[in-house]
């Protein structure tokens, strides 16, 4: 098992920016989405990718870099192994896609549909969600770095064993989420929905506001098996 991420300072930091070529240095696609395949500076669009009628797409092993994908329907793909640098992904549906032990390094999700998108051992590393659905994604045993919800829904999202570090909330439904077993540090949860948060001890040294104690505080009072009558 690799060692729990570290941080000397309990101030999350924000996640980088992708780092892409001028949209105008952007080309389509020269192969299909296909396992191990490589797209390196491309504009892809739904035109690039196969539509719902010819079924799950297979990419496992894929490598995207410096890339923007815009519209596309990936709903259900099987892609173990995924991995991203520097892509901003804008009005995806991603939904149900199967990515075990993806890395994504600089990734900006914007406004997709992730609705139980499998990331387990996975590693994200400066990972920004915006404006995302992403209801019941799995994160399990998943190491998580400068990782940024904004105005995002996760309920029921799934983090037993997470290894997590620099994270930050603003504005994230995190309603009936899973962080048994989970390391935590530096994580500001502020502006997020937490009721009804499973393995709310782990959370130790996170900041919430005063609105939040009520929520984290039945998590934490459930969590412990003390009765209220």
Do not use: K, Y
């Not at 192994?81 to 994504?104: H, K, P, Y």
């Not at 502020?190 to 001890?201: E, I, P, V, Y």
Request: charge should be negative; glycine fraction near 10%; aromatic fraction near 2%.
């Amino acid at each position: 098992m690799a060692p729990p991420l570290r941080r000397r300072s309990s101030s999350p930091r924000p996640p980088a920016a992708p780092a892409l070529p001028r949209r105008d240095q952007l080309g389509p696609p020269r192969s299909d989405v296909e396992p191990d395949g490589l797209w390196d500076g491309v504009l892809a669009t739904a035109d690039h990718v196969p539509g719902p009628e010819e079924g799950a797409v297979a990419m496992g092993g894929m490598e995207i870099r410096e890339s923007a994908l815009e519209d596309l329907r990936l709903s259900g793909a099987r892609a173990d192994g995924l991995r991203l640098t520097d892509v901003v992904i804008s009005g995806c549906d991603l939904s149900g896609l199967v990515a075990d032990g993806a890395n994504l390094t600089r990734v900006r999700f914007v406004g997709c549909r992730l609705t139980g998108i499998v990331l387990s051992d996975a590693r994200l590393t400066d990972v920004s969600f915006e404006d995302c659905h992403a209801d019941m994604i799995n994160l399990r045993m998943a190491r998580l770095q400068r990782v940024r919800l904004a105005a995002t829904r996760c309920r029921q999202a799934d983090l037993l064993e997470a290894q997590i570090a620099d994270l930050t909330t603003e504005g994230a439904d995190l309603r009936g989420a899973t962080v048994e077993r989970a390391s935590v540090t530096a994580a500001d949860l502020r502006g997020a929905d937490l009721d009804d948060l499973r393995g709310a001890s782990t959370l130790r040294g996170a900041l919430i506001s005063p609105e939040q104690v009520l929520g984290v505080g039945l998590a934490l009072i459930g969590e412990a098996g003390i009765r209220v009558e």
